[in-house]
């Protein structure tokens, strides 16, 4: 099992920045991948970052650019560095976790950006 606290969300300003993390209950060394997902109201849940044990990461075009991740496997923490932040960015941010082949969510975190 692996429990995932999700942080730093809140209400920021366009073209301001953001970090969100999410703190795992035991170690990410073995977790094959990790990402951050985010669902705006009305919409589906879309990847938007994600970083895999090796350190290779993928991101969603909307947010290329803009947004970083990394993973600190001394602290069983993923970051998501958000810069630049538009009001479409709007949505609940979610960590993921991939071990094998159960995926494991955590509860989610705000994040509003005003225009």
């Known amino acids: 099992q692996v429990q995932l606290v999700e942080s730093g969300g809140g209400l920021v300003q366009a073209g301001g920045s953001l970090r969100l993390s999410c703190a795992a209950s035991r170690s990410i060394f073995d977790i094959n991948a990790m990402a951050w997902y985010r669902q705006a109201p009305g919409k589906q849940r879309e990847l938007v970052a994600g970083i895999t044990r090796g350190g290779n990461t993928n991101f969603a075009d909307s947010v290329k650019g803009r947004f970083t991740i990394s993973r600190d496997n001394a602290k069983n923490t993923v970051y998501l560095q958000m810069n630049n932040l538009k009001p479409e960015d709007t949505a609940v941010y979610y960590c993921?976790?991939?071990?094998?082949?159960?995926?494991?969510w955590g509860q989610g975190t705000q994040v509003t950006v005003s225009s």
């Open positions: 993921n976790a991939l071990r094998g082949v159960t995926s494991y």
